[in-house]
Nanobody, 124 residues
Framework: QVLVVESGGGSVQVGGSLRLSCAAS????????MGWFRQAPGKEREFVAG????????TYVDSIKGRFTISRDNARNTVFLQMNNLKSEDTAVYYC?????????????????WGQGTQVTVSS
């Protein structure tokens, strides 16, 4: 069992930045691929970014490319999502997810473990 806990959400103005963190309580965190998803009110949960277990391979949804960066620190069992130049359409609950696999996935069904989510609100 893997416990996943997100932190770092909050309210920010358009053009601002936030850094989300996700801690996973796994003895073998380095064996997990990790992903960030988000869900806006009235919309389905969507993939945002993923990172393989080694941290070399990363995947992003087109709408955030060049603005968001996913990274991981296996020594600290933590994955990060640096979000810059935030837009109002980035407002959502952001979820961290983990899968026991070398490679990340863009599908929600590909992940076995999920956090409770952290709210990100971007206002003009």
């Amino acid at each position: 069992q893997v416990l996943v806990v997100e932190s770092g959400g909050g309210s920010v103005q358009v053009g601002g930045s936030l850094r989300l963190s996700c801690a996973a309580s796994a003895r073998t965190f380095s064996s997990l691929a990790m992903g960030w998803f988000r869900q806006a009110p009235g919309k389905e949960r969507e993939f945002v970014a993923g990172i393989g277990r080694s941290g070399v391979r990363t995947t992003y949804v087109d709408s955030i490319k060049g603005r968001f960066t996913i990274s991981r620190d296996n020594a600290r069992n933590t994955v990060f999502l640096q979000m810059n130049n935030l837009k109002s359409e980035d407002t959502a609950v952001y979820y961290c997810a983990a899968k026991v696999d070398p490679y990340d996935s863009t599908y929600t069904g590909g992940y076995e473990y999920w956090g409770q989510g952290t709210q990100v609100t971007v206002s003009s």
